[in-house]
T-cell receptor, first 115, second 113 residues
Framework: SQQGEEDPQALSIQEGENATMNCSYK?????LQWYRQNSGRGLVHLIL?????REKHSGRLRVTLDTSKKSSSLLITASRAADTASYFC???????????????FGKGTLLTVNP | DAGVIQSPRHEVTEMGQEVTLRCKPI?????LFWYRQTMMRGLELLIY????????DSGMPEDRFSAKMPNASFSTLKIQPSEPRDSAVYFC???????????FGPGTRLLVL
């Protein structure tokens, strides 16, 4: 079953507006990541927030994490038409022995930014 | 850096045929992941390798699916025989052991008629 679940499933806004997407998950995590997927392309990593962090910024992106509520949000400020894409959250379980582990992805939020 | 390379980008085949998808990870990366993406089920992890060794194949749907990684720069995902329900986009991703970020290839869009 999917660990992360994004909300809303689809979001349509005007250029210049802010876009907020949410992600809820069910079990303990080591970190939470956000990825973007443009139509017909692979996923691209945007930002990672660790379980001991509450907020992180990268350019126009702001991510928050509330481990007590098992939720995260991704805010894109001053959106552009080029931000049109699907956005996925992915969770990684608590690390074990420093080896890689698998990510569990949600089904994504389709963001459309209208020019 | 060329990124993760997948081939073919598109594959159309008939039910019952064997399908082989190929992946070249980013040079130096020692973890490799195969995913399948469909509208109904989203992005599912099929199998992943660390240092060419399969670590977790619990996501492989059934015996018709098999994956190999004969060396650090090449992996295959084979479906034999293929069925229409295998139609999906298959992604390969790679990363460094100990690093959480995964780098995805462009995907192979498979259509089984």
């Amino acid at each position: 079953s999917q660990q992360g679940e994004e909300d809303p499933q689809a979001l349509s806004i005007q250029e210049g507006e802010n876009a907020t997407m949410n992600c809820s998950y069910k079990t303990s995590i080591n970190n939470l990541q956000w990825y973007r997927q443009n139509s017909g392309r692979g996923l691209v990593h945007l930002i990672l927030i660790r379980s001991n962090e509450r907020e992180k910024h990268s350019g126009r992106l702001r991510v928050t994490l509330d481990t007590s509520k098992k939720s995260s949000s991704l805010l894109i400020t001053a959106s552009r038409a080029a931000d049109t894409a699907s956005y996925f959250c992915a969770t990684g379980p608590p690390n074990s022995g420093g080896s890689n582990y698998k990510l569990t992805f949600g089904k994504g939020t389709l963001l459309t930014v209208n020019p | 850096d060329a990124g993760v390379i997948q081939s073919p980008r598109h594959e159309v085949t008939e039910m019952g045929q064997e399908v082989t998808l190929r992946c070249k990870p980013i040079s130096g990366h020692n973890s490799l992941f195969w995913y399948r993406q469909t509208m109904m089920r989203g992005l599912e992890l099929l199998i992943y390798f660390n240092n060419n060794v399969p670590i977790d194949d619990s996501g492989m749907p059934e015996d018709r699916f098999s994956a190999k990684m004969p060396n650090a720069s090449f992996s295959t995902l084979k479906i034999q025989p293929s069925e229409p329900r295998d139609s999906a986009v298959y992604f390969c991703a790679s990363s460094l052991v100990g690093r959480e970020t995964q780098y995805f290839g462009p995907g192979t869009r498979l259509l089984v008629l």
